[in-house]
């Protein structure tokens, strides 16, 4: 770790923000009670794949922050291009047509990557929003063709898609939608694709594809395609458990669409920008979108932003629309940031100059196969999955039945503890009993074997301390 830039906080200072963390922050996804029994992690400094807590303590982070620092931490080129775009600039809006040389720059370079059939591009701060606008872009679309009633939207179990109030909807875990009024009702949910735990014993993977088309194909007649807007999907599901379809899903998926007018959004949010050793998870699972969000993996991190992008065909409707209608009257204070953008741009040069795209592809060949050698013998590992530097470990208490552990005994959390005293954190996602792995892509083989046997040594631990009650 670079020793020239400290921390601008003392150790004393660091301690005094800890102890008040709990009693000002509601933080996200954790519980209120539990934080103020066990104070904060608070991170104060990061180099490349490590990353130090408050009490010097360092690690190996393999998760890349959310799933999103894909060139490392404390990458000096992104903190340049910020600072010089903040005193050169600092902040214009995009509304009524204003605009600035940033956004364009990178919505060019965007769109130079993008998969074939996305032609434009529309700026905001996150992933939510990004699915936000696209399901509104889709509702619009479809209004202008005088298709009113199309208005729902397919998302599938165990999605995730982000936590406003329509994309909580959209998300398929049940505690984003736990003590609120949600989903909201323009949803209609389908199968997960997870073949571990959803496919039957008497099922061949093509009979299992058969039924997750079938019940969509059903869904569609069932509500009627005529009301239904789009359908949306991560190429591979990250929160909901790192999950990889049949071959033939997501082609089938597609043609069965088409054929009832339905809008198809990938959620590129996890997937884009390389994480799977591609810059884009659509043309290698077998989809052409009608549109992509994608945020994360967009700036490493390092600034929030999300780009939502759509089909030549759906921005000339709206084009359209807009000689009727005006405005579209949608968009943030922070759409088209400048120094987002900017740094957005130096990101993307950042993966294509050091090539970190198939450096992804390779090493995540390594990192599978040595979390497989490893890990798949233990007891408790049911299976590996994901690509590229995209990784879940399904645990299992029954290798045999391939049943999960009981939700109370919380073994993700308990395992990934006993990884992180190995000095490597990995993201326990407690519903579907998966360990997530997605570390930057810039991971070195050495630091992948570290993480590999922190991995195997904290499962080994935690089996050896498992009453065979839990074990069946
Ligand atoms: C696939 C996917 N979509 C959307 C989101 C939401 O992004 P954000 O948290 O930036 O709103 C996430 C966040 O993890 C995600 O994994």
Redesign the pocket.
């Known amino acids: 770790m670079n020793h020239h830039h400290d921390s601008p906080f003392t150790q004393d200072e660091l301690n005094r923000l800890s102890q008040s963390d709990a009693e000002l922050l509601l933080h996200p996804a954790s519980s209120i009670a539990g934080l103020l029994d066990q104070g904060p992690q608070m991170m104060h400094k990061a180099k490349g794949c490590v990353i130090e807590d408050q009490h010097g303590q360092r690690y190996l982070d393999a998760v890349g922050g959310?799933?999103c620092v894909n060139v490392g931490y404390g990458r000096q080129e992104l903190a340049e291009v910020m600072r010089d775009t903040a005193v050169q600039l600092g902040y214009y809006h995009s509304f009524s047509n204003a605009s600035n040389p940033w956004q364009v720059a990178l919505a060019e370079k965007l769109l130079t990557l993008a998969p074939d059939g996305l032609d434009k591009v529309f700026f905001g701060n996150?992933?939510?929003?990004a699915?936000d606008t696209l399901i509104k872009i889709a509702w619009h679309y479809h209004t202008l063709r005088g298709k009113l009633n199309k208005v729902k939207v397919i998302a599938r179990e165990r999605a995730?898609?982000?936590?406003s109030i329509s994309?909580s909807s959209l998300t398929g875990l049940d505690s984003f939608h736990t003590g609120y009024p949600l989903p909201l009702d323009f949803v209609l949910r389908t199968h997960n694709p997870c073949a571990y735990t959803e496919q039957r014993d008497d099922e061949t993977s093509t009979e299992f594809c058969n039924r997750l088309i079938n019940h969509i194909a059903h869904l569609i007649e069932q509500e009627d395609a005529d009301t239904i807007a789009a359908f949306i999907a991560?190429p591979i599901m990250?929160?909901g458990g790192i999950v990889v379809p049949p071959d033939e899903y997501f082609p089938r998926l597609q043609a069965l669409l088409k054929a009832h007018d339905i809008l198809l959004i990938a959620?590129e949010?996890?997937c884009g920008f390389g994480r799977l050793g591609h810059w884009f998870g659509s043309p290698i699972m077998g989809i052409q979108p009608d549109m992509i969000?994608t945020?994360?993996g967009l700036t490493s991190g390092y600034f929030p932003l999300?780009a939502a992008l759509i089909s030549n065909t759906i921005w000339d409707v709206l084009k359209t629309g807009s000689e009727q209608l005006g405005a579209f009257s949608h968009g943030y204070t922070y759409s088209g940031h400048p120094v987002g953008c900017a740094v957005g741009l130096a990101n993307l040069q950042l993966l294509e100059n050091e090539g970190l795209i198939s450096r992804a592809r390779e090493q995540g060949a390594y990192l599978h196969q040595q979390l497989r050698e490893q890990l798949l013998p233990l007891d408790v590992v049911g299976e590996v999955r994901g690509m590229g530097l995209l990784a879940g470990i399904q645990l299992t208490s029954d290798k045999l039945t391939r049943a999960l552990p009981a939700p109370s005994e919380k073994w993700p959390l308990r395992i990934s503890q006993a990884i992180r005293q190995r000095g490597v954190i990995v993201r326990p996602l407690p519903s579907v009993a998966t360990l997530a792995i997605s570390p930057p892509l810039t991971i070195s083989r050495k630091q992948i074997l570290q993480l590999v046997t922190a991995i195997r040594e904290g499962i080994e631990e935690f089996e050896a301390a498992l009453p065979a009650s839990e074990l069946q």
């Open positions: 959310l799933w996150g992933g939510s929003d699915n995730y898609h982000g936590t994309t991560e990250g929160a959620d949010v996890v969000s945020a994360k999300s």
